[in-house]
């Protein structure tokens, strides 16, 4: 499991960074990327289902996330993903 | 982590206090504007507030809008700020029509931002573009994520009034060799106000196409749906999801900033002149210039350009009140939605980056007269060339800033 801490950066860097991160990971790895940056529940995620990767976000604290990115088994249904990753987004921000 | 509005909130201090007395503050200071100069100061506090307010709850960004477009491949910025520039042309044009109608004449309207087409205007779209990648913000970007207590764009304002400086001390460089001997172009005094309008809302249909298409490359990201609400049945419901439609945490879509943020710039102009922001941060900065001997304004020949100008003298001026309603709305708004929290980049070289990004960002506001809102923003709906030279420039310059942080830390 590599961690990226992205705290206090502001866009593009969360996104960029998590991409970076994705192309550099060793294969069966998987990322958990830690950032106070609101819009990053949603590019990152896409980021990661771009590279086949599925993705679960932690609530750590006010304000605070992990998302976890996992390989995905067989390819991803990319308009699925993408949907259920803007109403995950949606829902975390609204609290 | 200590924060700005963890402290307000205390014990003993409850929100709602702090959300009434902002309001009071912004009204009475806006009281006293109006006060002065035939109401222009407080009504640019007002128009000022809520382009702050906008700014921070839909998140709106320039710098994002052509930055994303090209490293992420994400358009939904670069298309809202388009159909805001849409808006804001017919807008514009309406009224450009009552202030000069016959525009064949050969007299540009007063008030519109109709900068003069040059090497400066490309330069400084150019340069600004890079900055504004580097910096993580333009100049209104930067403003509304320091009420967010972003550290970096702090910095980059520093740097955005060292630029500005230093270009009001090299202004008279830039006007002998291109700035003087340029048209400001006005399509209506070329084709007419119908063909213009037509032009250009065919021109940014087509920018709207395109950014689909570059977009369509890969998987495009939805916007984010609404969670789904139970029907408001009382008369307090209904004023309750109101006010959540305005304050909710989730924000505003970037299609209701950009269109919110056109009719703002409408409305300005209706007054005087449209949104603009560097021309009063300019005049700041050569103020303090001032303290140390070191003015450099007025701005040679300025008198007679359109555009963000500084224009000289005192502290308080139409833009100077813009900039700070932007803050206090963008403050405000961030305050008030709990998003206000001090960030410091994991990178120090952020802050250098910042830096230098606001300094690049400064000085190409001087020589292009104006920023994304004054050069950009507010120049292509008056129908003017110059906005689509320097919009270029930005797209140009932001591939060049992508391509730099893409090999920076």
Known sequence: MVELDVRGEMCPYPAMKARQALQKLPPGETLEVLTDHAPALSTIPWEGAKLGYRSSIEVVGKGLWRIRLEKAEGPIDTRKALEEIARRAAELTTS | MTTLSATLRRPGIPASAVRAALWIAAVIIGWALLDRESFAFGVYWFIGIAFGVILQRSRLCF???FRDLILLGDG???????LGLAVATVGFATLEARLVPDPSFGVNPNGPHIQPVGIATLVGGVAFGVGMVLAGGCV???LWRMGEGYLASWVAMAGILVGLELANHTWAWWYDHDIRRRSALWLPAEIGFVPSVAVVLAAL???YLAVLWWESRSPRMPELPPPPALPPMTVREHLERAWQSIASPQGWSYRTGAIALAVVSIVALAYQVPLGVTGGLSLWADNVAGWFGQTALPLKGSDLLAGCTPGSGGWMTVRGATVLGLVMGAFGASWLSGEFRLRWPRTPSRFAQAAIGGVLMGYASVIAIGCTIGAF???IPSLAVAGWVYGGGLL?????GVAMIKRLP
């Open chain 2, 205 to 207: 249909g087509i920018a």
């Open chain 2, 76 to 82: 939904r910025l670069l298309r809202a700020i388009l």
């Open chain 2, 377 to 379: 923003f507010s120049s």
């Open chain 2, 63 to 65: 710098a994002g809008a």
């Open chain 2, 396 to 400: 140009l310059g932001a591939a060049v």
């Open chain 2, 140 to 142: 209104s970007g930067s």
